[in-house]
C-alpha cells in the first residue's frame, strides 16, 4: 500500500533539474510523477519512479543527495469536490497532510493523489474506513 516516493535535493541552479532528469533517463528510470518545491537556495525534487532502488543508486554514484520516503498514492474522483471529499473524511480523523501532488492518468477518470503524512498509518485507516482506494506501488508504476 506504500509507494516509495524519492526526494532529491538540488542546487536552485539553473540546468540542474534537466541535468538529475538527464541521468535517470538515461538510466531507464520513467518516471510516474513529480513535484517540484524550491526555496532561495535549493530545492526538492519529489518523484515516484518505476524503479526506486535503480534511481537512486544513479543518483548517488553522480553525488546527487536523495532520500527514501514512504507516501501513499489515493484515487480521487475527477471532479468537482472530489479531493474535498476526501481532506474532509482524513480531517474528521485528526489526520495532518504533511504535502501532496497530483496527476491524472485519464481525464474524466479517476486523479491520483500522492500524499504525505504524519502519520502513514493512522492515514491509511481512515481512507480505507471511508472507502478511498489506496493503489499499491505496482499499481501506481503501470499507470
Known amino acids: 500500500m506504500r509507494v516509495k516516493q524519492l526526494s532529491v535535493f538540488l542546487e536552485n541552479k539553473s540546468g540542474r533539474l534537466a541535468e538529475v532528469l538527464s541521468l ?7 518516471l510516474r510523477a513529480l513535484s517540484l518545491a524550491d526555496t532561495r537556495d535549493f530545492g526538492v525534487l519529489r518523484v515516484i519512479v518505476d524503479d526506486v532502488a535503480k534511481a537512486h543508486a544513479v543518483l548517488k554514484e553522480h553525488g546527487v543527495t536523495a532520500s527514501e520516503t514512504d507516501v501513499l498514492a489515493v484515487e480521487v474522483p475527477d471532479q468537482p469536490g472530489g479531493l474535498a471529499g476526501i481532506l474532509e473524511l482524513l480531517g474528521r480523523q485528526n489526520v495532518s497532510v504533511e504535502y501532496m501532488y497530483a496527476f491524472v492518468a485519464k481525464s474524466g477518470d479517476k486523479a491520483i493523489m500522492v500524499f ?8 491509511a485507516g481512515a481512507l480505507q474506513r471511508g472507502g478511498v482506494r ?3 506501488g505496482k499499481e501506481l508504476y503501470s499507470l
Open 116 to 123: 504525505r503524512f504524519d502519520n502513514l498509518d493512522q492515514a
Open 24 to 30: 535517470l533517463a538515461k538510466a531507464g528510470v520513467n
Open 134 to 136: 489506496i493503489l499499491t
